[in-house]
């Protein structure tokens, strides 16, 4: 899939520019699902084995190792370990690389890593929300910022992008990746490897990527985190893996296998997934690192040789049996627990595992060594590691604030109750009004409360005239001890509302704490927490115009809120800029251009709900009874679709036009689609195609996103945006596994929304 702009440059400036500046008419999503991945160098892969040829077997387990900053030792450094994962601190690294490059016999150089999710010191919006910019510049730059930030401490490896596909709100974990579909997943996958690692990651301010979690981690039952994942052959490859091939068709050179496991098999010991697909099929030839104890994970309870530690999936009896197993299937590196290492000789011995595949792992391992370019460069520069110039720096903070105006969703806007007013006076009230911290949102890298901006102080900063009342308070707690209702509960509504007569116009912060989203955070409710709406129901009360401003990290249940809010922006958690970056959106100066990359349900009963569903032979129809309904609700659909985002001018998506009725398996044909701005505002569209093909010898989603492009238009203008269709769209795996093209007629769908109403037909023919 591909879309080009119909023009020979658009111009950069008002709401900030969409898919500009393309080169040579190419779209940024064609950009970025273009493949990088080069062939191996036949100079590194002869020092590669050159070294291997040297090591003993103790030294090659060594390097299969992976130990956390809690474990990492003098001894382990000396030994020669593979890598060292979440330390931080430059002397550490610094200390233990010097140790492993001039005292280990071969001077095998550590290769560091850290979690940089959505940035290192600079917090960008978490993925989620940028996936909501349908920019694939806004998630590449966040990864360029955060590898340099990252690089320039000593770390080589970052645990990212997560691009697990997820149809769990529940799910905590939604908020590390870029939602519902595998499409907008694949393009922001591959925008954050290239803006990782570059053309060649060996340079000092690039890193190399561990694509996560390998495969399906995100659609646990129950939306449990870590809970088992069981699907068909034809969804796991069409919807669940096809974020990771663009990751590793651009060039990931490492992944992380996952915890769950997939249909009854530990993804950190699943040779299906990792040798098969993975290595074979798709010619990755970097490394696998399993989880946080995931290998260990594998044994049966309660654990055994050693007796202590993870335990639970049991397709292993004990250590042993689970380091074999998960080698075997194709993990190259162990991270926390060392079964491999600890009893690799002992398997070797027993041939439970293989010298073969000992020695590629340990090969694979080297090879991402040489190519990050550590033999040459092991160390770092202290004295750019302790500067406070190389991190947080001005350039970094307005990219960081551009991002978080990309992502905002503007969900409702009555009257138009928005853009408020720059003068007026406003009063800023809710829990999270005047809040560092949770702007930050879950997994905040090395970021600082001190560095962000809380909406009162980047709103008051446009508009002195402005007041704040927390109306509550907050627990930053994480479980077990927290509780939803220990958020924002016993609410001062008399404050509240005193706060609101007293003002002109009225900005409620509400949500989520960053506690509440992320890695072990699941949520069986999904809605405002605490006291929160009557806080809202409070100030609608007082007559005031007010707009709820959004801080979360999963789609939420807004019935409630939509019923009694004029206006609603969707913040996310927008990283340290989202102050600056919603008062810009709040009084007008950026138009909120952000689209859904996930569904909103109306209640969390509909949980799974997504637009790329299959049909059933009954589909839902509210005014029947024996169709696939819920008798409790009048709709089929949910609060908020895919794809759907307001504005504060108006578009119109016309004239679909295909250059040809006909086309063959291995054929393409262009889609042509006109956007207008129809209001009084510039502001950005983001032109969007589904296909969908009717009749299949198996059942198709209902609609497959498969191009989309973000422009920025001045009142009246208009232009065209043009999707290149091919077998990769119209094609599908089946239950073989096997990708086939069925001559057929295909229907496309064009429009800013998952809803999109206009429509052409084409036919693939058989030849």
């Not at 919006?125 to 510049?137: E, H, I, K, N, T």
């Not at 750019?384 to 991002?403: E, K, L, M, Y």
């Not at 800029?577 to 349900?601: I, Q, T, Y």
Request: with cysteine; hydrophobic share 35%.
């Amino acid at each position: 899939m591909a879309s080009t702009v119909a023009v020979a440059a658009l111009v950069l400036g008002g709401t900030a520019a969409a898919s500009s500046g393309l080169s040579g008419g190419r779209s940024h999503d064609e950009r970025a699902l273009e493949a990088t991945r080069t062939a191996p160098s036949r100079g590194i892969e002869a020092r590669v084995n050159a070294l291997l040829r040297r090591m003993t077997t103790q030294e090659k387990l060594q390097q299969v190792q992976l130990l956390s900053d809690g474990q990492i030792t003098d001894a382990d450094a000396q030994a020669g370990v593979g890598g060292v994962f979440s330390l931080t601190d430059p002397a550490k690294i610094n200390h233990y690389q010097k140790i492993a490059v001039e005292q280990s016999r071969l001077h095998i150089p550590i290769l560091f890593a850290y979690d940089t999710i959505h940035g290192y010191r600079t917090v960008f919006p978490v993925p989620l929300g940028a996936a909501s910019s349908f920019d694939p510049g806004v998630a590449s730059t966040d990864a360029s910022i955060g590898a340099r930030e990252s690089a320039t401490v000593g770390i080589k490896q970052v645990y990212s992008p997560m691009v697990d596909v997820s149809h769990e709100p529940r799910w905590g974990r939604i908020v590390e990746g870029n939602g519902e579909d595998p499409y907008l997943g694949s393009v922001m996958a591959a925008a954050r490897v290239k803006g990782a690692q570059g053309p060649n990651y060996a340079a000092p301010d690039k890193v190399v990527t561990s694509v996560k979690h390998f495969v399906a981690y995100g659609q646990p039952e129950g939306g449990r985190d870590y809970n088992t994942t069981d699907m068909s052959e034809q969804r796991l490859r069409n919807i669940y893996l096809p974020p990771f091939k663009a990751a590793v068709d651009a060039g990931a050179d490492t992944v992380m296998c996952s915890f769950n496991a997939i249909n009854g098999v530990p993804g950190c010991a699943n040779s299906y997934t990792e040798t098969q697909i993975l290595k074979k099929e798709w010619h990755f030839d970097g490394f696998i690192e399993s989880d946080y104890t995931a290998v260990a994970e594998t044994r049966a309870c309660p654990p055994k040789t050693p007796d202590n530690g993870s335990c639970g999936h049991g397709t292993a009896a004990d250590g042993p049996e689970a380091g074999a197993n998960a080698l075997m299937a194709g993990t190259d590196s162990e991270m926390v627990s060392t079964n491999i290492r600890d009893y690799g000789a002992q398997l070797l011995a027993q041939h439970r595992i293989t010298m073969a595949r000992l020695d590629d792992a340990v090969r694979r391992i080297l090879r991402v060594k040489f190519r990050a370019g550590l033999f040459e460069h092991p160390y770092v520069d202290q004295a750019r590691a302790v500067d406070p110039a190389s991190f947080v720096t001005a350039a970094d903070r307005t990219a960081a604030r551009t991002a978080a105006q990309k992502s905002m969703v503007l969900l409702k806007n009555d009257g138009p109750t928005l853009p408020f007013s720059a003068s007026a006076k406003t009063a800023v009230i809710g829990p999270l009004g005047d809040d560092q911290h949770d702007m930050l949102g879950p997994w905040w890298g090395q970021g600082r409360d001190e560095d962000a901006v809380s909406l009162y102080t980047g709103i008051k900063a446009q508009n002195p005239n402005t007041t704040f009342t927390q109306g509550c308070t907050r627990a930053n707690v994480d479980p077990p001890a927290a509780k939803d209702d220990d958020a924002c509960s016993n609410a001062d509504l008399a404050a509240v509302t005193a706060a609101a007569n007293s003002a002109d116009q009225v900005v409620l912060a509400l949500g989520e704490t960053r506690e509440m989203s992320g890695e072990a955070n699941s949520r069986s409710d999904i809605s405002l927490p605490g006291d929160e709406q009557k806080i809202i129901d409070a100030v609608k009360a007082t007559g005031k115009p007010f707009a709820v401003v959004l801080f979360n990290g999963r789609p939420l249940t807004l019935g409630p809120v939509v019923d009694s809010s004029p206006a609603i922006l969707e913040a996310w958690f927008p990283g340290i800029e989202g102050g600056n970056a919603v008062a810009d959106v709040l009084f007008g100066k950026v138009n909120p251009g952000g689209k859904l990359p996930v569904s909103f349900p109306q209640r969390v009963g509909q949980v799974p709900i997504y637009y790329n569903h299959e049909p059933t032979g009954r589909p839902c129809d509210v005014t029947q009874k024996y169709v696939s309904r819920y008798r409790d609700l009048r709709t089929c659909d949910p609060l908020f679709a895919f794809g759907f985002g307001l504005s504060y001018t108006t578009f119109n998506v016309s004239a679909l036009d295909l250059s040809r009725t006909q086309v063959g398996p291995h054929g393409s044909l262009t889609a042509t689609v006109t956007v207008t701005n129809t209001g009084t505002r510039a502001g950005d569209d983001v032109v969007q195609l589904y296909l969908h093909d009717p009749v299949a010898s198996i059942s198709q989603p209902v609609r497959r996103l498969r191009g989309f492009e973000r422009v920025t238009l001045q009142p009246g203008e208009t232009r065209k945006v043009t999707f290149t269709v091919d077998r990769s769209d119209f094609g599908f795996y089946d239950n073989r596994g096997k990708f086939v093209v069925e001559p057929g007629a295909i229907d496309l769908y064009a429009g800013d929304s998952s809803a999109a109403s206009l429509t052409k037909t084409f036919t693939v023919t058989a030849h």
